[in-house]
């Protein structure tokens, strides 16, 4: 494990905040984000992903459009993020299908390990109650 004693910190904090402010200007976002979900409106991550899209659009001041490519457990979805390019504007919404269908098509043309790189966690895990109990309404 790597230590770093607490002059270097402070070395390295008091650079950072000597940088020059153009180091750290980037626009971004300048044009709305698309967000792919793999499953048809109203399913569980569609919902996941409207709820997201609603509240962080005004955060990040662009427009989150929620887009739906159904089929193949969520593995279109996927194919259709990884030929994007890869510059922020295009995101995944993944389930565990996308995760386990290469295990039985190992065919498929992108790999979640090194093709994807994880963002931010949209909802936690619920206890199987819960889930059980959203899947049955």
């Not at 984000?33 to 990040?60: C, E, M």
């Not at 979805?77 to 994007?84: E, I, L, N």
Request: with cysteine; glycine share 8%.
């Amino acid at each position: 494990m790597i230590r770093i004693d607490r002059r270097s910190l402070s070395l390295l904090g008091l650079a950072t905040m000597l940088s020059p402010p153009s180091a750290f200007a980037v626009d971004y976002p300048t044009r709305p984000i698309h967000l792919i979900v793999g499953f048809t409106p109203g399913a569980s991550s569609d919902i996941v992903a409207r709820l997201y899209a609603k509240g962080a659009g005004p955060i990040v001041g662009q427009e989150i459009i929620v887009e739906n490519k159904t089929g193949a457990g969520s593995s279109i979805a996927a194919g259709y993020v990884a030929r994007a390019s890869n510059d922020g504007y295009t995101l995944l919404v993944p389930a565990l299908s996308t995760l386990t269908y290469k295990i039985v098509h190992p065919e498929v043309s992108f790999d979640m390990a090194n093709d994807f790189a994880p963002v931010a966690l949209l909802a936690p895990l619920a206890p199987v109650a819960r889930c059980a109990a959203m899947l049955t309404v």
